[in-house]
Each structure stands twice: as structure tokens, then as C-alpha cells.
């Protein structure tokens, strides 16, 4: 497998967009690619990777100003600090869709990610290679944090008998409008 080819945007939004439509939700980092160096990697709109850069399953308001486009089931999570701060290497950015076209003459338009951000630095993981524990750190530290918030939640549907065909969206909505402002 070539890690190095572009990745097809349309066929992630495609798959994205089916996940979505059997009530699956779907978590995934929003990459490592931010600004170390005050130099981003790979440009916007193209700095979260796909299926990062896939619309959620629902639009916060901010995102419904300027267009009005499909979902998806993707929720993308970017990394913080223990302070609550940005990680400076978690992708960011306005991301282009054909229903949420980004502007780059104004820097406007897009989607806005990551969706969501959780604690990412100095995690405690388990490491194979000294059978011990380490501290790791990026998005694919961050994302289990929203997974795990996410099954709690359904948990708490199912046993309330409030599950329903929105379930993903509910779900999102509440991890979303309970989130913290980040610094």
C-alpha cells in the first residue's frame, strides 16, 4: 500500500456519507499537519486528510452562516494540551467541499475542523516494544477520548429508551454544543 498517493476525496466523502446512512458514527483524527514552525505543512484547505476533511453529521449554526450542504457521518477530532490549548502540530482549517466551497482570495467558506478537540499530549498508551507504558501524543490520541465520550452517551440512550434513527446526530450534538471553547 502507497501511503504516498493523494487519497480520493470523493470516494471518503462517498463512504463517509454511507457510514452515515446506517446510523454507524464514525471518529477520526484531523492529522498532524499543523503549523510546527509557523510553516504548515500541507496548505488550507487541504491540511485535515480525508476522511478528516468529510462534513459531520451535524452543522453547528457558525457553519450553516454561509452554506447550506450534505453531512456525513466523519467527526473530526484535533488534539489539546492539559491547559486546554491547541496542539500546534493538530490539523486545522477551513476545508473544501463542493457544498461548502472555500474562497481562497478571502480565506472564507468551508468546512470549519476539527469538529471537536480532546486532551492529545503526554497520553499514557501501552508500549509493545518495552512491554510498559509511554507518554504519546496527536490526534490519534485525542480521538479515543470522543469515542469513549460517544459510547457512554448511547449507552445512556439505549438504557433511557430513547433510541432512534437520529441517534448520531443527537450524540454529536451533545458532545458538540458541551464542549469548551479552546485557547
Known amino acids: 500500500c502507497d501511503y504516498n498517493v493523494y487519497p480520493s476525496h470523493n470516494a471518503w466523502r462517498r463512504a463517509c456519507e454511507t457510514i ?54 466523519c467527526i ?3 488534539a489539546v494540551n ?30 470549519i475542523k476539527p469538529d471537536l478537540c480532546a486532551p492529545g499530549l503526554d497520553v499514557t498508551v501501552c ?3 518495552t512491554n510498559s507504558y509511554s507518554l504519546d501524543g496527536g490526534t490519534s490520541m485525542a480521538a479515543p477520548h470522543v469515542s469513549g465520550s460517544a459510547a457512554l452517551l448511547l449507552q445512556a440512550i439505549r438504557e433511557a429508551g ?13 458532545l458538540s454544543c458541551s464542549a469548551r471553547p479552546i485557547q
Open 76 to 78: 473530526t477530532v484535533g
Open 20 to 73: 452515515q446512512y446506517f446510523h454507524v458514527f464514525h471518529v477520526n483524527t484531523a492529522g498532524n499537519n499543523g503549523c510546527s514552525s509557523k510553516k504548515l505543512e500541507q496548505e488550507i484547505p487541504n491540511n485535515c486528510n480525508p476522511p478528516g476533511n468529510c462534513p459531520p453529521p451535524w452543522l453547528h449554526p457558525i457553519q450553516t452562516l454561509t452554506h447550506r450542504g450534505g453531512s456525513s457521518s
Open 162 to 174: 430513547k433510541f432512534d434513527r437520529k441517534w448520531v446526530e443527537k450524540i454529536f450534538i451533545a
Open 127 to 129: 508500549d509493545p516494544i
Open 82 to 111: 492539559v491547559d486546554n490549548y491547541f496542539w500546534i502540530d493538530s490539523s486545522y482549517g477551513s476545508c473544501h467541499w463542493l457544498d461548502y466551497p472555500y474562497d481562497a482570495s478571502t480565506g472564507r467558506g468551508g468546512l
